[in-house]
């Protein structure tokens, strides 16, 4: 279970530096569909072929989550312009006690 959290983690990370490195440049975030394509080409890579250990759908949950924080940080922002800008954080280990939207045969979610 931990090495699927990390799995997890590892990916929402990965992505976080790879959307902060493309907003930085001037360029547009990828979408779901572009990052479940990089996902696969991660999963097969030699470097990072440990992903293929973990379940796809958490993995897929990881950039949704993402996905979903990045259109709620730019909506916030649209909204207080005059606030300062707050970034989105990384995943820690620390904090990855949070409940999953996956559930263990679909009666409760799992804690990671």
């Known amino acids: 279970m931990r090495c699927f959290a990390g799995s997890c983690r590892f990916v929402y990370n990965k992505v976080l530096a790879l959307q902060k490195a493309r ?3 001037g360029e547009k975030k990828l979408n779901y569909p572009s ?4 996902l696969t080409q991660w999963r097969s890579e030699t470097e990072t072929s440990w992903l293929k250990d973990a379940p796809t759908h958490p993995l897929q949950q990881a950039l949704k989550d993402l996905e979903r924080a ?3 940080f730019f909506a916030a922002q649209d909204l207080n312009r005059d606030q300062p ?3 989105m954080r990384f995943r820690g280990e620390r904090r990855s006690g949070r409940r999953d939207q996956h559930s263990q045969g679909g009666t409760r979610p799992l804690r990671l």
């Open 70 to 72: 990045y259109t709620n």
């Open 23 to 25: 907003f930085e440049a």
């Open 85 to 87: 800008l707050h970034c």
């Open 35 to 38: 990052l479940c394509k990089l």
